[in-house]
């Protein structure tokens, strides 16, 4: 029997209130159920909503670096139960082992490094204008925040969100993705165990229309932050924006690695495959596109093509595979289509392009995919497919690769790979993306640098670094006149 996980509401572990319920399965064995969750619905989400209302009022008042102890002590659990907890992931989500440690290792930096931020949680003083007057800038907590996660990191991004959120002395709504909510309860669990006050932090599990919606329309929710696809997340901006709440956003990608002909071949295969094929290419920041030079791109593409021919698909749990599977079978369809799409276009495809189920347990398994001949326009190379697919395109010189990297309505992490310092610092200059990389793929981001895109990535906030802290507190400027008599600003000066 499948074990049966519960919201989390009010410090309670409880069912959805119509007792209705959704199954997690595992990717590489479809037919094995991870566990049995509540499907929520709008009257579980306003009680978590109210909940964290409530005990809001005090949390805000715990003084900051008591709010940190709590999310080092969460980290350092993580710390101790970190197999446990990768092993989880990989059967509820498919990301190959190693790979599912480094996402647990996200979230154990991401904690250590905000808990060091409730000794800081940093306004500013200012001179005043006047005389014998006083003014700075002092940080505040938001209130209740509805935090909306994408199941490609279980652990990792709702860290991102939960830490600093916590931290900020906000109450929190976490409504974690339906294909992943059994590492999200976990990390409740965690959270519960690290002293996290009831109702602080409260768990609702479901589908986003049913579950996600509620908390985009409750007027007492007064900030979402979420990650997801760009399509969901125009829809969370156009609620939020009807409501005036502050809303922050982390979509998709379209992120492309740039050879230059004097790059080192072999360590643009190494990292083209990495960040190709890792995550089975569901990373947002996954190099979907290779931008060659033409002098190079032979060379490389027959480097490449080699090495993905040899990847080694199968269950993460395996130690000798590199590819997992795809989160679910609508997800394998979709990356399936686009292979015909991508043929159809015109591009070459190399290597893959087909559905590998049938012989592996009937898991959602992809074959590792490479087109070349993708000319920039295609919607291989526009869409994002998150997939284990690439596509090469040749370019004629630096402009033009740039041009290429820039001519999506993305805008997260691209890469150059280059020997000539002077292009490499062109590249830093003109690329238009949140994250540069500059001889390493385009995955790959530290907590300790703000994590973000522009354009259609975003909406122009950053998660993680000292950007965590402005995404999830207010700011108040405060004035403190000991003259002992009526000062006028701009007139009495
Ligand atoms: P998704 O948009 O389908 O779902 C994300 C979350 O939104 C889920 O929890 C889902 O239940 C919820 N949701 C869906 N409809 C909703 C609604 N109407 N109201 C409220 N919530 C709703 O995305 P996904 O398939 O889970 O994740 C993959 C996407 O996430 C990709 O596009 C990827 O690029 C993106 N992503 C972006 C980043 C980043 O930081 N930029 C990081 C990881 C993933």
Not at 177 to 193: C, M
Not at 214 to 230: K, N
Not at 472 to 489: C, H, M, N, P, T
Request: glycine share 10%; hydrophobic share 40%; aromatic share 6%.
């Amino acid at each position: 029997m499948a074990e049966a996980y519960l919201n989390y509401i009010g410090g309670r572990w409880m069912s959805a209130q119509s007792g209705d319920t959704f199954e997690s399965h595992n990717p590489a064995h479809p037919s094995e159920v991870i566990g049995v969750f509540p499907r929520s619905a709008a009257l579980d989400v306003a009680a978590a909503i109210a909940a964290a209302e409530e005990a809001h009022q005090a949390w805000r008042l715990v003084p900051a670096p008591h709010r940190g102890d709590v999310v080092l002590k969460a980290s350092m659990i993580i710390e101790s139960r970190k197999e446990e907890l990768a092993v989880l992931m990989t059967r509820e989500m498919g990301k190959v082992l190693a790979e599912a440690r480094g996402d647990v290792q996200e979230a154990i930096d991401m904690g250590k490094y905000i808990a060091g931020e409730g000794r800081r949680f940093t306004g500013q003083t200012v001179p005043s204008e006047l005389r014998d007057k006083f003014a700075m800038l002092i940080r505040d907590s938001i209130g209740v925040v509805g935090l909306i996660t994408p199941w490609n990191f279980p652990l990792a991004i709702p860290s991102w969100k939960i830490f600093p959120a916590l931290l900020c002395g906000n109450g929190i709504v976490f409504k974690p993705a339906e294909d992943t909510p059994a590492v999200a309860t976990v990390f409740v669990r965690i959270l519960e165990e690290a002293g996290v006050p009831p109702g602080v932090l409260n768990l609702v599990h479901g589908f986003g229309p049913e579950a996600g919606q509620p908390i985009l329309e409750d007027p007492r929710v007064r900030m979402i932050s979420f990650t997801g696809s760009s399509e969901v997340g125009r829809l969370v901006a156009e609620e939020a924006g009807k409501r005036l709440k502050r809303v922050s956003l982390e979509l998709g990608g379209k992120n492309a690695i740039l050879v230059m002909e004097d790059a080192d071949v072999d360590l643009v295969v190494e990292g083209a495959l990495w960040g190709g094929f890792g995550t089975s290419g569901q990373r947002c920041t996954a190099s979907s596109r290779l931008i060659v030079h033409q002098g190079v791109a032979n060379r490389v593409t027959e480097a490449l093509l080699e090495r993905v021919r040899a990847l080694k698909v199968g269950d993460g749990l395996d130690a000798n595979v590199q590819v997992g599977p795809v989160i679910n079978r609508e997800q394998l369809d979709r990356i399936h289509g686009y292979t015909e799409v991508g043929t159809k276009e015109g591009a070459r495809l190399l290597a893959g392009g087909k559905i590998l189920s049938a012989n592996l347990d009937n898991g959602h398994f992809y074959s590792p995919t490479l087109f070349d001949r993708v000319e920039p326009t295609m919607r291989i190379a526009q869409e994002e497919i998150f997939g284990p697919t690439v596509g090469i395109t040749s370019v004629t010189d630096f402009d033009h690769a740039i041009e290429v990297a820039n001519g999506t309505q993305y805008g997260l992490s691209l890469a150059i790979y280059t020997k000539d310092i002077d292009r490499a610092f062109r590249a830093i200059r003109d690329l238009q993306s949140g994250l540069v990389y500059v001889n390493a793929p385009t995955i790959g981001a530290e907590i300790q640098l703000p994590f973000g895109g522009i354009k259609g990535t975003g909406n122009g906030h950053r998660e993680a670094g000292f950007s965590a802290i402005e995404q999830f507190s207010e700011l108040k400027s405060v004035y403190i006149d000991y003259s002992g008599k009526l000062q006028r600003a701009q007139i009495d000066v």
